[in-house]
């Protein structure tokens, strides 16, 4: 897995998470830098959910728990009314890391 990192773009955090997609959970790893954030997956034959997100495309941040007790979930609502559902451990230290950049 290789993220091709922009000029001065340096990381900040980077964690193993599942994207959580139309019923379906995706492996992966989530990586915040000084620029975006990079969901990248760890089966290539899920690469079309490889993404990265500016931070000027982030609405909203907001914490859910999975399964209703876990506190591991993260959701990040773009500007677009999309919404991306993360699984991923120590999501306050990455929710407050991701509302410094956005």
Request: with cysteine.
């Amino acid at each position: 897995m290789v993220v091709d990192l922009k000029a001065n773009e340096l990381v900040l955090k980077a964690g193993d998470s599942n994207l959580c997609a139309n019923e379906t959970t995706i492996d992966g790893k989530l990586i915040l830098t000084n620029q975006r954030v990079y969901f990248k997956t760890k089966n290539e034959n899920f690469s079309h959910f490889n993404m990265e997100i500016l931070p000027s495309q982030i609405k909203e941040i907001i914490y859910f728990n999975t399964l209703k007790i876990f506190p591991n979930g993260l959701n990040i609502i773009l500007k677009e009314g999309t919404e991306l559902k993360f699984k991923i451990g120590d999501r306050n230290s990455w929710g407050q890391a991701l509302n410094r950049i956005y």
